[in-house]
Nanobody, 126 residues
Framework: QVQLVESGGGLVQAGGSLRLSCAAS????????MGWFRQAPGKEREFVAA????????YYRDSVKGRFTISRDNAKNTVYLQMNSLKPEDTAVYYC???????????????????WGQGTQVTVSS
C-alpha cells in the first residue's frame, strides 16, 4: 500500500519560513518523480514544485521561484519543500504527489501523478 505523509505545515508570519516533508512508503521512491501542489479555499489545486526521480532537475511555478526549494533524500524516501520569504498568498493546503517515470513528463499536470498525500495546512499571516 502506497502512503505519502506530509508534515511541517503550520502558522507563520509573512517573511517567515517553513519546511515541509513528505515521507513515502510502499513504492520504489527513487524511481518516482515527486511534486508539491497546493490548494487554497475556493481555488483549483495548483502546481508548486517538482523534482525528477534522478534528482537532476527541479521545476517551480513562477511565483515561488527564488523562495522555495524542493529536494529529495532517496535513502530516507522523503521529499522536502523549503519555503522562505512566505507571503499571505502562499496560504493553502500543500500536497505531495508521486509520479512514475514518464516520457515527456508533464511535471505540472495533476493527472501525471498516481499517488497523493493527505495534505498539510500552511497559513501565512500578514
Amino acid at each position: 500500500q502506497v502512503q505519502l505523509v506530509e508534515s511541517g505545515g503550520g502558522l507563520v508570519q509573512a517573511g517567515g519560513s517553513l519546511r515541509l516533508s513528505c515521507a513515502a512508503s510502499g513504492l520504489s521512491f527513487s524511481n518516482n518523480g515527486m511534486g508539491w501542489f497546493r490548494q487554497a479555499p475556493g481555488k483549483e489545486r495548483e502546481f508548486v514544485a517538482a523534482i525528477r526521480w534522478s534528482a537532476g532537475s527541479t521545476y517551480y511555478r513562477d511565483s515561488v521561484k527564488g523562495r522555495f526549494t524542493i529536494s529529495r533524500d532517496n535513502a530516507k524516501n522523503t521529499v522536502y519543500l523549503q519555503m522562505n520569504s512566505l507571503k499571505p498568498e502562499d496560504t493553502a493546503v500543500y500536497y505531495c504527489a508521486a509520479s512514475p517515470p514518464r516520457t515527456n513528463w508533464s511535471f505540472s499536470t495533476r493527472w501525471q501523478y498516481d499517488y497523493w498525500g493527505q495534505g498539510t495546512q500552511v497559513t501565512v499571516s500578514s
